[in-house]
């Protein structure tokens, strides 16, 4: 199990992004963190995989606990061979490597890995990948890049993924398709998935429990069937009205009365 206890987070000894952020994720479930843009929800995750530590942040209070152990004063490369992976938004391949040298990076991590056996799961989850295995990654599709920065991470195996904005950019079948194959994994290979997310619907649909940030706190949690029929979640974060209909943007825009929860 992953726990944040009343996480704080400073950038440069004086920015404070989060501010108390408490969220578990159990063995083997989905969670989902929901929020806008600046929320704090990448922040969260370079919190929980050592990566703040490449861009001045430092938790300053609170504790990361990962299999009963404390993990945020750890680096990123420890915190990696404990099985907690993060694939970064914006799909960072190596431009230059062709798909199948990406794809092996990812399995260096185990030093006793099968690499071949590695990468046969991989392009089950990803036929296209096959397909595409000797090209650059640099000419590669959106959706393709996604897949190869997602095929990366499972070859290390990961306990616990971290994923950040998996849809962004992204065709809305295509998004169907990534998260069909995230819930697949976590049901096949038991890996616990942390998802950050601003496609509310998306992520509420394959996880098991959600939290929405804003302004660097959690101010909703509960399970995500309960948080999709939330009045607040569906009107800010669905685009739905009351009746269930989608809200013009006029109307989005223009809409006076403050979440419930601020």
């Given at each position: 199990m992953l726990k944040l206890n009343n996480v704080e987070v400073k950038y440069a000894g004086v920015?404070?992004?989060?501010?108390?952020?408490?969220?578990?994720?159990?063995?083997?479930?989905?969670?989902?963190?929901?929020?806008?843009?600046?929320?704090?929800?990448?922040?969260?995750?370079k919190a929980i995989s050592g990566l703040l530590h490449t861009e001045l942040g430092e938790v300053t209070a609170g504790s990361i606990e990962y299999d009963g152990g404390r993990i945020d004063k750890l680096d990123p490369e420890q915190i990696?061979?404990?099985?907690?992976?993060?694939?970064?938004?914006?799909?960072?391949?190596?431009?230059?490597?062709t798909v199948e040298e990406n794809l092996r990076l990812g399995g260096y991590i185990r030093r006793n890995g099968?690499?071949?056996?590695?990468?046969?799961?991989?392009?089950?989850?990803?036929?296209?990948?096959?397909?595409?295995?000797?090209?650059?990654?640099?000419?590669?599709?959106?959706?393709?890049?996604?897949?190869?920065?997602?095929?990366?991470?499972?070859?290390?195996?990961?306990?616990?993924?971290?994923?950040?904005?998996?849809?962004?950019?992204?065709?809305?079948?295509?998004?169907?398709?990534i998260y069909a194959i995230i819930k697949r994994f976590n049901t096949e290979e038991k890996t616990s998935i942390l998802i950050v997310e601003q496609n509310a619907k998306a992520a509420l649909e394959?996880?098991?429990?959600a939290y929405v940030l804003e302004n660097g706190r959690v101010v909703l949690d509960g399970p995500s069937s309960k948080l999709a029929d939330n009045?607040?979640?569906?009107?800010?974060?669905?685009?739905?009205?009351?009746?269930?209909?989608?809200?013009?943007?006029?109307?989005?825009?223009?809409?006076?009365?403050?979440?419930?929860?601020?």
């Open positions: 920015i404070l992004v989060l501010r108390g952020v408490s969220l578990e994720i159990r063995d083997g479930t989905i969670v989902s963190l929901l929020g806008s843009n600046g929320a704090g929800k990448t922040t969260t995750l990696a061979k404990t099985g907690v992976i993060q694939v970064m938004e914006d799909r960072q391949v190596l431009e230059h490597l099968n690499i071949r056996k590695d990468l046969d799961m991989v392009y089950d989850y990803f036929p296209r990948l096959r397909e595409r295995r000797t090209a650059i990654s640099g000419y590669l599709s959106g959706g393709e890049q996604q897949m190869v920065v997602m095929g990366r991470a499972m070859m290390a195996h990961p306990k616990i993924l971290l994923l950040d904005e998996p849809s962004m950019g992204l065709a809305p079948l295509l998004v169907e398709e394959i996880s098991e429990y009045e607040d979640i569906k009107e800010f974060y669905l685009g739905l009205s009351k009746l269930g209909e989608k809200k013009s943007y006029r109307e989005v825009k223009h809409y006076k009365r403050r979440k419930r929860w601020l």
